[in-house]
Every structure is written in structure tokens, then in C-alpha cells.
């Protein structure tokens, strides 16, 4: 008899949606698989900012749990959420090709970036998000908002003195929401997460026959040396914790060779200081792209990125000190 293959993923309508896409194209190389639901502490914990839990596995650890325990073969995650360093015994198998990966103005009716109004208040549960907005408009007002993408559209369209919220573009088309966009913000206001609108299917170390599965039905290599980069990136500068980081890597050709170009961006927690620089190499395998994210890195922390980042550590440790 042909062993049911499990696959594991939060329970979240947009967590499930993208499992069973995952599902299908799993079944289209292989026999029959089930779902199995695992809560995380993400989702669990909806009360506290998300820089104030320090876990940059947050979507992902109880996930990590159940695949090294043999409960699952496979888990599944927005590529955004899983951190950059796995646990031992955890890799990722295959990255699919990438939705588009810009962030989403959303409010309660169609609203273009130019027609919020001055002092409005925008909600965001990330500190990348709130960094590039104030960067943009230091007259906004920043309020803290979590849960999945259902739970933050029904509290906007609830709270009258609220005007916007910013939500991932792949997600809301991905759960048919798209009328809810009321712009896609370019990346010259803001640069999206490392990873954005890419899932990832991890597996466990060894497993040969589910990575290879999970490869030949999932794998997009084009993205997956664009997102080897911008996650090199992060690696280098995070510091495993949530940091205002932005970025995004293109495949481009340049005199008649394919390069990558990554662009990244450090802001500070207020949007009063910016770093951004871009650079372009040939990327012929995810080495070479994860070799360009992190000398993007370490230029930005040439020019200034490390002292933003130390003053987002601090004010971090700042607020945990006060409001435990």
C-alpha cells in the first residue's frame, strides 16, 4: 500500500490556501497526501508587536518540531516568515516561483497612495512597513495591528479613525481579495520582506525522496536564486531578530549575460534615516546569489546600515524593559 505523504502548515485561510496549491502539484508526481494543521506560536500570541517576541520563528518552529518528530514530510511556508538560519536537521527542499511581491495599500474603499490624508493612521504590524511609510510621510500615524489578512481587513473596515492598512499583494490575490487593493506600492516607497510572495517547502535532512519530490513539483529555480539573495542578505544584517529591512532581487540581462540585481534598504524605526544601495553580479547557482545578497550587506553596513540597526536593537530592548 502507498504511504499517505503529510504535509504541514498553520491553519490560517491564506496558510491553507497556499498548502493546497503545494497539495496539488505534490499529487500531480506522486500518490495521495494529507493536510495536517499545525499552531504556531505566532499564531497564538496575537496580542503582542511582533519585535517584541525576538523570535525570528515565530510561523515556523512548531512546523520545524513536527517534521524532525516524523508527524509530517513536508511543511509549507510563506517564504517571508521562515528565518534565515534553519534548525539542524530542517532544509528547504524547493521555493515556487514567486507571486508578485509588492505590498498592498488597503482601506476601506479604493485609496491610492497620493490620496492619504495628512496625519492619517496606517496600520502595520512590521517594523520594515512602518519604517518605509514614515520614511515617506513622517506625518502618519503608526498603529500596531495582528492577525491573519481576513482578521485586519474586518478590523480597518471596524475602526473609524483608521484610514489604511499595508498587506502583501500575493496574499490578498491569493485569497481573492484583490478589489481590496487600492494600489500596489512601487518599490521606490517600499521595498518588500526577503522572500515575499514565494512559498517554501521544507523537509527533513536526508529525506532524499521528499526533496526530491518537493523539487521536481514545486522547485522555480529563477526565483530561487533571486530569494537565495535577498535571504543572504538579511542573514547578514538581521541579527535573528525582526529588522526594518527591505529588498528585492531581479534577473536581468547585461551585455548578453543573465545577472541578478538586488537592491536593499535599512530604515530607521521613525523613517529619518535611510540607507539604500543596489549591485548587480552574474548568478549562475544559488551560491554565487547568496554570495551577491551578502556583499549588498555588507556595503549597506558600510554606509550606515549598522548604526540603524543598532538603534532598533536598542529602542527594541528598550521597550521589553519597560512593558514586559
Do not use: Y
Not at 90 to 102: C, H, K, L
Amino acid at each position: 500500500m502507498t504511504r499517505i505523504l503529510r504535509i504541514g502548515t498553520r491553519g490560517s485561510p491564506l496558510a491553507l490556501w497556499q498548502t493546497r496549491q503545494v497539495q496539488g502539484l505534490l499529487e500531480s508526481r506522486s500518490g495521495r497526501t494529507e493536510i495536517v494543521e499545525v499552531t504556531t506560536t505566532g499564531d497564538v500570541i496575537q496580542d503582542v508587536p511582533l519585535a517584541r517576541l525576538r523570535s525570528s520563528a515565530l510561523f515556523s518552529a512548531e512546523l520545524d518540531q513536527a517534521l524532525l518528530a516524523g508527524r509530517i514530510d513536508f511543511a509549507v511556508h510563506s517564504l517571508k516568515d521562515l528565518p534565515t538560519t534553519l534548525p539542524p536537521g530542517v532544509e528547504i527542499a524547493a521555493v515556487s516561483a514567486r507571486a508578485d511581491p509588492r505590498d498592498a495599500l488597503v482601506g476601506r474603499g479604493p485609496l491610492r497612495w497620493d490620496e492619504v490624508p495628512q496625519g492619517a493612521a496606517i496600520a502595520t504590524c512590521s517594523l520594515r512597513r512602518r519604517a518605509q511609510l514614515l520614511r515617506a510621510r513622517p506625518d502618519l500615524r503608526v498603529v500596531e495591528i495582528r492577525g491573519n489578512i481576513d482578521s485586519r481587513i474586518t478590523r480597518l473596515d471596524r475602526t473609524s479613525g483608521w484610514t489604511a492598512t499595508i498587506l502583501a499583494v500575493a496574499g490578498l490575490v491569493r485569497l481573492g481579495l484583490t478589489a481590496r487593493i487600492g494600489e500596489r506600492l512601487p518599490f521606490e516607497l517600499m521595498l518588500p520582506a526577503p522572500g515575499q510572495g514565494a512559498l517554501a517547502v521544507t523537509v527533513r535532512a536526508g529525506d532524499g525522496a521528499s526533496s526530491a519530490l518537493a523539487r521536481s513539483a514545486v522547485h522555480d529555480e529563477n526565483t530561487a536564486l533571486c530569494v537565495a539573495a535577498e535571504r543572504a542578505l538579511l542573514g547578514r544584517l538581521e541579527g535573528g531578530c525582526e529588522v526594518p529591512v527591505g529588498a528585492h532581487a531581479r534577473l536581468i540581462e547585461q551585455s548578453g549575460t543573465r545577472s541578478l540585481e538586488i537592491t536593499g534598504r535599512v530604515v530607521s524605526l521613525e523613517g529619518r534615516e535611510s540607507v539604500e544601495q543596489r549591485q548587480t553580479a552574474p548568478a549562475a547557482d544559488t551560491a554565487a546569489a547568496a554570495a551577491l545578497g551578502i556583499a549588498l550587506a555588507d556595503q549597506l553596513l558600510e554606509s550606515g546600515a549598522a548604526s540603524i540597526l543598532q538603534q532598533v536593537r536598542a529602542a527594541t530592548a528598550r521597550v521589553e524593559t519597560v512593558d514586559p
